[in-house]
């Protein structure tokens, strides 16, 4: 880690310097909408569920999450029709201390197995007041990805979650930067209410950003206390040490989440999982990969230039990316849409994957609205408005992305491009 750092350094003050003739690096960012708080409803006893998500936790295992104030049974009934349990599992409670918060009981349990493309109906903690029901995604092809970035808790993200609602969606991927509570423990409490309705419909998976940290030097040592013990990824299932990075497959399509705010470099347990990861891929039963990290690896906005997170972390693994054939690769951190071409090592490159910034979910800092100038091939559509995204996976060969602005609370669609996977293309063939 002391050589790691001694190079975040010389990046950060090349990088800085570099960014400050090139462009306005201390951007303005327009005025954000209000901040949203959801409360506890008074009618809700303290051991009614709440914040109910879910997430896939192996092929056909999905995990329940909700938070109860009072102790109560980590318990979850359920079957296809309502009403009706078939099935109960009991899981695990836990629950965690960040300085003077104490956080309610927080309970994980894995269902299943389940069918694809099936809706099923579950309570949790035996509550018969609140009946919750999820679709499954599908075995095969097609399926349909939302993807949005840096949610936060705005009125803005409670017009971009509205617009996500309608789509229809099988799974949504988030890129990191999730409640925005930036030590402020209930605030992810209130996000955990704002995102349930539709959180507890089809699986989250997420990754975690900057504002996931929540380490203060001297006072509280652990990072990602909040975002580990709420919400909990399959990284066991997958191989991985750690819930910062992990791996699933759905339908034909594997999904690689990356931590950019834990160790990356050549001797990391992330590189190296990394590694195997990508060697384990059958491309016969899931041609098409997605991987997404935080912090853009190619980036056009002024803001968060020369950051290491994002400039080392591109130094060690997009080599490990390219020769995989990765498809896309999603990132937020920068409060605004942006797409490339397929790109690798700076240039075109049309056996590289394709990289998209979609960090433009809602949060309360606003929009990162000043871009480099003159705008480099490379960058294919860029601009800086909050919206989100969908990506419809046909088949084993194509698939469909549209980015939607929000446009005076209009879902506008405004950057739609066909891809072709890597695997189905002669010339990328491994």
């Known amino acids: 880690m002391t050589v790691m750092k001694g190079q975040a350094l010389v990046f950060v003050l090349a990088m800085s310097f570099a960014g400050f003739i090139g462009c306005v690096v201390s951007y303005e960012r327009p005025p954000a909408r209000n901040d949203i708080s959801v409360l506890q409803p008074k009618e809700f006893p303290s051991t009614s569920p709440q914040q109910v998500h879910i997430s896939v936790a192996g092929p056909d295992k999905m995990r329940i999450s909700w938070i109860t104030q009072s102790s109560a049974p980590a318990v979850v009934d359920y079957g296809t029709s309502p009403k009706a349990y078939t099935s109960s599992v009991t899981g695990t409670s836990s629950s965690y201390r960040y300085l003077l918060y ?4 927080i309970h994980d349990v894995v269902i299943g197995p389940l069918n694809p493309d099936t809706v099923y109906y579950y309570r949790c903690s035996s509550d018969s007041t609140r009946e919750f029901s999820f679709k499954t995604a599908p075995a095969q092809l097609p399926i349909k990805f939302a993807v949005v970035g840096d949610l936060g808790q705005t009125e803005w993200t409670s017009s971009t979650l509205q617009h996500v609602g309608q789509s229809n969606y099988d799974m949504l991927l988030l890129p990191g930067d999730l409640a925005y509570a930036d030590l402020v423990q209930n605030l992810w409490d209130s996000f955990g209410r704002l995102v349930e309705p539709l959180a507890s419909q089809r699986p989250w998976m997420v990754t975690q950003g900057n504002h996931e940290i929540e380490k203060i030097p001297l006072i509280h040592s652990t990072p990602f206390m909040a975002y580990n013990a709420r919400w909990r990824m399959p990284f066991e299932e997958s191989g991985s040490t750690s819930n910062l990075y992990y791996s699933f497959n759905v339908a034909g399509v594997h999904v690689i989440m990356l931590g950019s705010y834990t160790d990356f470099g050549p001797n990391s347990e992330q590189f190296k999982w990394l590694q195997a990861d990508l060697g384990k891929i059958d491309r016969g039963k899931t041609p098409w990969i997605i991987a997404i990290v935080h912090a853009p690896w190619y980036n056009t906005n002024c803001a968060h230039q020369g950051e290491p997170e994002s400039d080392l972390m591109k130094e060690y693994m997009e080599e490990l990316i390219y020769k995989a054939r990765v498809d896309i690769v999603f990132a937020g951190h ?21 990289y998209i910034t979609i ?17 480099p091939e490379t960058s294919v559509f860029r601009e800086a408005s909050f919206g989100y995204a969908e990506l419809e996976v046909v088949n084993a060969t194509h698939a469909v992305w549209t980015w939607h602005r929000n446009h005076d609370d209009i879902s506008v669609a405004s950057d739609t491009v066909w891809f072709t996977s890597l695997s189905s293309d002669p010339p990328c063939k491994l």
């Open 334 to 354: 920068v409060h605004a849409y942006e797409r490339f071409t397929r790109v690798y090592n700076g240039k075109a490159d049309n056996c590289a994957p394709t």
């Open 359 to 375: 960090g433009d979910g809602g949060n309360r800092e606003g929009l990162a609205n000043k871009y480099k100038d003159p705008k």
């Open 102 to 105: 104490n956080s309610g009981q």
